[in-house]
């Protein structure tokens, strides 16, 4: 999938492989798995249409989630109605070019409170009740806003304290308002179901 910033965990990853010899996707994950780094877990395989674009290209909806020691449901059921206000909501962010402000919103297509589900727990190391944010994103519109710029804009001072942590959670396709599983870009998902408030979580889905 597109890169992540420095700093950002991922939880769930998308790419594209081309292998030697004409191989089963099932045959592959059984071939993967043995030799894979500690942690890192193939879970899906599908072949791909010789037409069918780079994952990284079409890999434009993106679910992220951050926790944080000492975030409570309250306040950050707060930072969710700013968050889906009318009001710009502006941090300076440094890049290598330099400073620039942004509007931490860009792309923003839905968030809520949420508590992490078991994979969540498991790889990042969260309490089952730990309250947290979750939020999906046009990468096209907001791939310049980083999470805990997002948390910044959103808590002030409280939006990265020690001990925070940010993951991309979950990626889809998304192409002229066409949702789609990356492993099966033929089938259009609900578009609505992806990116409307009320949304299900990526465990819900599978």
């Avoid at 806003?145 to 942590?165: F, H, M, N, S, T």
Wanted: charge should be negative; glycine fraction near 10%.
């Amino acid at each position: 999938g597109p890169a992540l910033p420095l700093g950002i965990y991922s939880v769930a990853e998308v790419l594209d492989v081309t292998t030697l010899v004409d191989l089963e996707p099932e045959a592959l994950l059984a071939l993967l798995e043995p030799v894979a780094d500690p942690g890192l877990r193939f879970l899906r395989a599908a072949r791909l249409p010789d037409d069918s674009p780079a994952c990284a290209r079409v890999a434009k909806l993106a679910e992220y989630v951050a926790a944080a020691p000492g975030w409570t449901t309250g306040q950050l059921e707060e930072a969710v109605q700013r968050a889906l206000g009318a009001t710009p909501i502006e941090v300076v962010a440094v890049r290598k070019k330099g400073p620039r402000t942004i509007d931490v919103r860009d792309g923003l297509l839905s968030m809520a409170v949420d508590v992490p589900n078991a994979n969540e727990q498991a790889a990042l190391g969260l309490a089952a009740d730990s309250p947290l944010l979750r939020w999906r994103v046009d990468l096209d519109q907001g791939a310049h806003v980083r999470a805990y710029e997002l948390c910044r804009g959103l808590l002030g001072d409280a939006g990265r304290p020690e001990g925070w942590i940010g993951a991309r959670v979950a990626l889809w396709g998304l192409r002229k308002g066409q949702v789609f599983d990356l492993l099966r870009p033929d089938e259009r998902l609900d578009a609505a179901r992806h990116t409307e408030l009320g949304y299900p979580t990526a465990s819900a889905e599978g």
